[in-house]
């Protein structure tokens, strides 16, 4: 079994080191098109999320075990001990022994049989690490296993305290939450449900809507009671944007940048399905995601391929806008993202944020309501791009939200803002906007 799931392991992320793309989208389309037993499935999926989470402590630990500089590594070779590096180091279920000579092995598979003797010297010196010990040439950014540009920026926003604390958390194994359809369910459903599943889990963190399951997931989502849309994967974070909306029965509701729906399927279930909801994106494929998913539980949600900062939108009473960010605050489920990030980018999706916020806003109704809202950890793209939408449209003001979401989860604008390690949840902003009469 191992040595089939590091063969895969392997592949994608050969694949992922030579592609731009999100890391989890190249291991689903290698897995559509690659048939794998559910134990080689789920350890390839382990061992490239780890890898490209721990990479750079990884990069050190093989760099100080070279005798020329890792960069004129070939690259697969560079691959290969990464991957057991981890396994010999960072992952303490395998032998020793049995991980190099399974690189070994793998290496004399996929590569010229030359470069086996070099697999196998530098991986028997893993023996020589103490991996719980952070070597004093190894920066703390590399430690942590952050690039600097984001950790420096972390602590100017921060402090060192809690950027390590950050760090930590998103390191760790993320949190699986699932939405209860409280629509359709009632509490006494839903236990009996998890018990006859044998589903482990305990209330999310302020809530008795989302569940954290920390046995059985994929037994739930193979279940009728997901098919049927009687449970859906969510963080409590991404849900307390909705409660923030706060939807209402016969209400009119946009919410851009929607795919694939999992807020605009919340939507529904608030207004318990009397409403008009329209979702829109600009992606087709992801569109088509969204669709497939609420047409399967027959919910009422009208899909239009639009671009939410130019084209026109019928007027709403409420409009959500889930703005594409850089995406570090779930960095915990998408550790590719530390890597695929520049501080660039954080300015260059301000500038697309406020550009959605500003056109969005002319479709509100008068004493409408508006959530603009990121998964993003960073100031630039949250509370900086909605005070610059204020101060530049005086017909709008801030609200408040400390009647819809725990008051513990506010900033001091009162804007709902959590920090990962002391909420437990994805780092997620969300500012509720009223345009006045």
Same mark, same amino acid.
């Given at each position: 079994?191992?040595?089939?799931?590091?063969?895969?392991?392997?592949?994608?992320?050969?694949?992922?080191?030579?592609?731009?793309? &999100?890391?989890?989208?190249?291991?689903?389309?290698?897995?559509?098109?690659?048939?794998?037993?559910?134990?080689?499935?789920?350890?390839?999926?382990?061992?490239?999320?780890?890898?490209?989470?721990?990479?750079?402590?990884?990069?050190?630990?093989?760099?100080?075990?070279?005798?020329?500089?890792?960069?004129?590594?070939?690259?697969?070779?560079?691959?290969?001990?990464?991957?057991?590096?981890?396994?010999?180091?960072?992952?303490? %279920?395998?032998?020793?022994?049995?991980?190099?000579?399974?690189?070994?092995?793998?290496?004399?598979?996929?590569?010229?049989?030359?470069?086996?003797?070099?697999?196998?010297?530098?991986?028997?010196?893993?023996?020589?690490?103490?991996?719980?010990?952070?070597?004093?040439?190894?920066?703390?950014?590399?430690?942590?296993?952050?690039?600097?540009?984001?950790?420096?920026?972390? $602590?100017?926003?921060?402090?060192?305290?809690?950027?390590? %604390?950050?760090?930590?958390?998103?390191?760790?194994? #993320?949190?699986?939450?699932? &939405?209860?359809?409280?629509?359709?369910?009632?509490?006494?459903?839903?236990?009996?449900?998890?018990?006859?599943?044998?589903?482990?889990?305990?209330?999310?963190?302020?809530?008795?809507?989302?569940? &954290?399951?920390?046995?059985?997931?994929?037994?739930?989502?193979?279940?009728?009671?997901?098919?049927?849309?009687?449970?859906?994967?969510?963080?409590? #974070?991404?849900?307390?944007? $909705?409660?923030?909306?706060?939807?209402?029965?016969?209400?009119?509701?946009?919410?851009?940048?929607?795919?694939?729906?999992?807020?605009?399927?919340? $939507?529904?279930?608030?207004?318990?399905?009397?409403?008009?909801?329209? %979702?829109?994106?600009?992606?087709?494929?992801?569109?088509?995601?969204?669709?497939?998913?609420?047409?399967?539980?027959?919910?009422?949600?009208?899909?239009?391929?639009?671009?939410?900062?130019?084209? #026109?939108?019928?007027?709403?009473?409420?409009?959500?806008?889930?703005?594409?960010?850089?995406?570090?605050?779930?960095?915990?489920?998408?550790?590719?993202?530390?890597?695929?990030?520049?501080?660039?980018?954080?300015?260059?999706?301000?500038?697309?944020?406020?550009?959605?916020?500003?056109?969005?806003?002319?479709?509100?109704?008068?004493?409408?309501?508006?959530?603009?809202?990121?998964?993003?950890?960073? #100031?630039?793209?949250?509370?900086?791009?909605?005070?610059?939408?204020?101060?530049?449209?005086?017909?709008?003001?801030?609200?408040?939200?400390?009647?819809?979401?725990?008051?513990?989860?506010?900033?001091?604008?009162?804007?709902?803002?959590?920090?990962?390690?002391?909420?437990?949840?994805?780092?997620?902003?969300? %500012? &509720? $906007?009223?345009?006045?009469?």
């Amino acid at each position: 079994m191992k040595t089939d799931s590091r063969f895969h392991a392997f592949k994608i992320l050969k694949k992922y080191y030579n592609q731009s793309d &999100r890391l989890d989208r190249i291991r689903d389309n290698y897995y559509k098109h690659n048939s794998l037993a559910q134990q080689d499935l789920s350890r390839s999926l382990v061992l490239t999320n780890e890898v490209v989470r721990w990479e750079s402590r990884l990069d050190g630990w093989i760099a100080s075990n070279l005798d020329k500089p890792i960069t004129k590594l070939h690259p697969s070779i560079l691959i290969i001990l990464r991957l057991g590096y981890y396994e010999a180091l960072i992952d303490d %279920a395998i032998p020793p022994h049995a991980v190099v000579h399974s690189w070994v092995e793998l290496t004399k598979k996929v590569m010229a049989k030359k470069f086996s003797g070099l697999v196998n010297a530098v991986m028997r010196k893993t023996i020589h690490i103490d991996p719980s010990s952070h070597p004093d040439n190894l920066p703390l950014s590399e430690w942590l296993s952050y690039p600097d540009w984001l950790v420096n920026h972390w $602590i100017d926003q921060f402090g060192e305290k809690d950027t390590v %604390a950050l760090c930590h958390y998103f390191n760790e194994n #993320a949190s699986k939450d699932i &939405r209860i359809n409280t629509w359709k369910n009632n509490q006494d459903d839903v236990t009996s449900v998890l018990n006859e599943l044998d589903i482990q889990w305990e209330f999310s963190p302020k809530s008795e809507t989302f569940i &954290r399951v920390s046995r059985g997931l994929n037994t739930l989502l193979k279940s009728e009671w997901f098919h049927t849309g009687m449970f859906n994967v969510q963080n409590r #974070a991404s849900g307390a944007v $909705i409660d923030l909306l706060d939807p209402q029965p016969h209400e009119t509701i946009l919410d851009v940048c929607a795919a694939p729906g999992t807020k605009t399927n919340y $939507i529904v279930e608030k207004q318990k399905g009397e409403g008009i909801v329209i %979702a829109s994106d600009m992606s087709p494929t992801r569109i088509k995601k969204g669709q497939t998913r609420s047409e399967s539980i027959n919910y009422p949600i009208e899909w239009v391929c639009k671009d939410a900062s130019k084209d #026109a939108f019928p007027m709403a009473d409420k409009i959500l806008i889930d703005a594409p960010c850089t995406g570090t605050g779930v960095m915990g489920r998408r550790p590719d993202i530390r890597w695929r990030r520049d501080q660039k980018d954080i300015h260059s999706m301000a500038k697309i944020q406020l550009n959605i916020l500003t056109h969005m806003s002319q479709f509100l109704n008068p004493n409408g309501v508006l959530v603009y809202a990121t998964c993003s950890l960073e #100031a630039e793209e949250n509370w900086n791009v909605a005070e610059s939408f204020l101060k530049l449209n005086d017909n709008f003001s801030l609200e408040s939200g400390k009647d819809f979401v725990p008051e513990s989860w506010l900033n001091e604008q009162n804007c709902l803002a959590t920090f990962p390690p002391r909420d437990k949840v994805d780092g997620m902003f969300a %500012a &509720r $906007i009223r345009k006045n009469d």
